[in-house]
Nanobody
Framework: QVQLRESGGGLVQPGGSRRLSCAFS????????MGWYRRAPGKQRELVAT???????NYASSVKGRFTISRDNAKNTVYLQMNSLKPEDTAVYYCNSDNEFTREVVWGQGTQVTVSS
């Protein structure tokens, strides 16, 4: 059974950087596309970035050029490097795994990122 554990959230000043990590366990990591999503207060959850098993990436227009998603298959971990953070990036960030064969989707518990001075 796939389990995801996010870490790295916290308080960061506008213009600052933060790296989120998501540790994957319970299955074969390289069979999964991975993604980061977020839910801001009062809003629906939205896609931030995804990365396929072949490392093809996709970004929301609001974060393109500021955020970078990457994966380390040796560590079964996916990362989200967030630079030039803005107050509107404040949200709970969720890690997601998507089995590229069965399309089974699993969500992590989320980690809070607050961008404020």
């Amino acid at each position: 059974q796939v389990q995801l554990r996010e870490s790295g959230g916290g308080l960061v000043q506008p213009g600052g950087s933060r790296r989120l990590s998501c540790a994957f366990s319970g299955s074969i990591f390289t069979a999964y596309a991975m993604g980061w999503y977020r839910r801001a207060p009062g809003k629906q959850r939205e896609l931030v970035a995804t990365i396929t098993s072949g490392a093809v990436t996709n970004y929301a227009s609001s974060v393109k050029g500021r955020f970078t998603i990457s994966r380390d298959n040796a560590k079964n971990t996916v990362y989200l490097q967030m630079n030039s953070l803005k107050p509107e990036d404040t949200a709970v960030y969720y890690c997601n795994s998507d089995n590229e064969f069965t399309r089974e989707v699993v969500w992590g518990q989320g980690t809070q990122v607050t961008v404020s001075s």
